[in-house]
């Protein structure tokens, strides 16, 4: 169980809500946090593995939706989960939406480093496709390579990740995945943050994902090519 008192013991906020979906022996515990005087709230929401919340920012009035996912450790649950949150995720389609949490699956193997076999390797082929599915955008993670490591150190893979919508990505170009030094959890606390140095309007904008398309190289040919340019 949580509550106001216990998340203001983490969270150093004056004015602070919260929703949470109860833990299951020591996992699958899920805690969604925010500031009132940044983020006003409509609705929480929770399901199986997931916590989900639509609000919006009270500065630039513009509304999202967060599902905070903690993926369980079985492969044939982590389908059941991706379609079950495919599926919500479909009506939003051009909001403002970000998936977080901890997938507890790599992308590819260069997201995983370990003594032992490849596990989770052949689970990569999903949650690449839910991603395409759901046309989502995976940011690149700097500063370090992965957030999860073994207690001895000679594991250690990425399956902590922010994934946005294109909306999401093109309203707020500049934001970034950020991963922090490990402390006394085994996984390093995760940031999505606005690169300063980077800020302003950008005179154009590609999203990796688009190139994924099929099609796409040809619609691309295409288009320049009917171009009638002179000079």
């Known amino acids: 169980m949580c509550d106001n008192f216990v998340c203001s013991a983490m969270w150093d906020v004056q004015k602070m809500a919260c929703s949470y979906r109860p833990s299951q022996g020591a996992s699958s515990g899920l805690l969604t946090a925010w500031d009132l005087a940044e983020v006003e709230v409509w609705s929480t929401v929770s399901f199986e593995h997931v916590l989900a919340i639509h609000g919006r920012f009270l500065k630039t009035n513009e509304d999202f939706h967060v599902f905070n996912v903690y993926a369980p450790y079985d492969s044939q649950a982590r389908e059941v989960l991706w379609a079950s949150v495919t599926g919500r995720l479909g009506p939003l389609r051009g909001h403002h939406v970000c998936v977080c949490g901890d997938f507890n699956v790599v992308r590819n193997r260069e997201e995983r480093r370990s003594v032992s076999t490849s596990r989770g390797l052949y ?20 500063g370090r390579n992965f957030t999860w490591f073994k207690g ?36 390093c606390a995760l940031f999505l943050t606005v690169d300063e140095e980077n800020s302003g309007p950008k005179p ?28």
């Open 123 to 142: 689970d990569s082929a999903s949650i690449n496709q839910f991603i395409k599915d759901n046309f989502l955008c995976d940011l690149p993670l700097v």
């Open 152 to 187: 001895d150190g000679r594991s250690m893979s990425r399956i902590d990740r922010f994934l946005l919508s294109e909306e999401w990505c093109l309203r707020w170009p500049n934001y970034l995945q950020a991963a922090q030094l490990r402390g006394l959890s085994d996984h």
């Open 204 to 231: 154009s904008r590609f999203l990796k994902c688009w190139a994924d398309t099929s099609g796409y190289a040809d619609f691309v040919r295409n288009k320049w090519e009917s171009f009638q340019i002179e000079g």
